[in-house]
């Protein structure tokens, strides 16, 4: 199983909601990552976690905030947002840093809307 | 600060063509690069991945060269397909863990039946 999923798919916001996005992987990956990606441009780099701690943080406001509950799981919880961070939200898994750097496999990502 | 860029920005090619799609970088110490490939609105597939080491990779109908000295690499799609037709980008890795890529803008290309 080669497969990173995020559910939801879709996602519409407003300023004061609380929402989470989830991220899940069985490859026995032991880095994750969360990106942001807005329309025509290349992904960002917003955290990595490593061995379920985090390891790079992107000086991403505190509107985001991740957790990895455990090795197979990244969520990315979502509360007081702009109408600008609207984007694709992509998620990304890897061997980890005691393998030789590897490819990171991406899901499908999901896409955010901020009313 | 490692910074990437692309060329071309966009490609329309009639199918059968062979083409290159080019990526440049500014700082020469890169542990990795790597080509994706991404459908609109979906995430990322990795193509290729070049250690910093080798000189280039291959896969099917594509070639991947890397030139650290120069700050390049290219992407050889050969006979192309309209299933080609995506955007392709290039990440430059810039740490020994594999886990912190700077991303080049992306070339769209069109590959027209």
């Known amino acids: 199983d080669t497969e990173v999923t995020q559910t939801p798919k879709h996602l519409v916001m407003g300023m004061t909601n609380k929402k989470s996005l989830k991220c899940e992987q069985h490859?026995?990956?032991?880095?994750m990552y969360w990106y942001k990606q807005k329309a025509k441009k290349p992904p960002e780099l917003m955290f990595v976690?490593?061995?379920?701690?985090?390891?790079i943080n992107e000086s991403v406001p505190s509107r985001f905030s991740p957790e990895c509950p455990n090795s197979s799981l990244l969520n990315l919880h979502l509360h007081a947002l702009q109408p600008e961070d609207s984007a694709l939200y992509l998620c990304?898994?890897?061997?980890?840093?005691?393998?030789?750097?590897?490819?990171?496999?991406f899901g499908p990502g999901t896409r955010l809307t901020v009313l | 600060k490692q910074e990437v860029t692309q060329i071309p920005a966009a490609l329309s090619v009639p199918e059968g063509e062979n083409l290159v799609l080019n990526c440049s970088f500014t700082?020469?110490?890169?542990?990795?690069l790597q080509w994706f490939r991404q459908d609109p609105g979906k995430g990322l597939t990795s193509l290729l991945l070049?250690?910093?080491?080798?000189r280039e990779q291959t896969s099917g109908r594509l070639n991947a060269s890397l030139d650290k000295s120069s700050g390049r690499s290219t992407l050889y799609i050969a006979a192309s397909q309209p299933g080609d037709s995506a955007t392709y980008l290039c990440?430059?890795?810039?740490?020994?863990?594999?886990?912190?890529?700077?991303f080049g803008p992306g070339t769209r290309l069109s590959v027209l039946p």
């Open positions: 990304a898994s890897s061997q980890g840093w005691d393998y030789p750097p590897d490819t990171q496999y």
């Open positions: 490859m026995g990956h032991r880095a």
């Open positions: 976690y490593s061995y379920e701690k985090l390891s």
């Open positions: 700082d020469s110490a890169i542990y990795n």
């Open positions: 070049i250690q910093s080491s080798q």
């Open positions: 990440a430059v890795g810039t740490d020994n863990y594999g886990q912190n890529f700077v």
